[in-house]
Nanobody
Framework: QGQLVESGGGLVQPGGSLRLSCAAS????????IGWVRQAPGKEREGVSCLSSTDDATHYLDSVKGRFTISRDNAKNTMYLQMDNLAPEDTGVYFC?????????????????????WGQGTLVTVSS
């Protein structure tokens, strides 16, 4: 069946850092394009970053470029989102996702095509 389980969320002050993890079981991450999506309070989900399964190309939401880094550890079957210099507007529930399609960008927003599975989400709160 396959499962994705996120961890690493929490409360952090502005300017701080967090690393989100998404551990996969029952599936092999290297076979998929991967990504992170967030949902801020009262807003729709938006793509934050994605990473291609074929050439490791990455895409980022403009507002997180230079601050967030997506990566994958194939040996651990885990994906990560390193988030630095966090700001209050980064607050939200972060979901990891995998797709059998490509990682691309549409209107500046990273998009995974043919989504296969989501994680349950982890809450990130940036506040002083």
């Amino acid at each position: 069946q396959g499962q994705l389980v996120e961890s690493g969320g929490g409360l952090v002050q502005p300017g701080g850092s967090l690393r989100l993890s998404c551990a996969a079981s029952g599936l092999t991450l290297v076979n998929y394009a991967i990504g992170w999506v967030r949902q801020a309070p009262g807003k729709e989900r938006e793509g934050v970053s994605c990473l291609s399964s074929t050439d490791d190309a990455t895409h980022y939401l403009d507002s997180v470029k230079g601050r967030f880094t997506i990566s994958r550890d194939n040996a651990k079957n885990t994906m990560y989102l390193q988030m630095d210099n966090l700001a209050p507007e980064d607050t939200g529930v972060y979901f990891c996702a995998i797709a059998t399609g490509v990682c691309t960008v549409e209107s500046g927003i990273p998009v995974l095509k043919h989504l296969e599975r989501w994680g349950q989400g982890t809450l990130v709160t940036v506040s002083s």
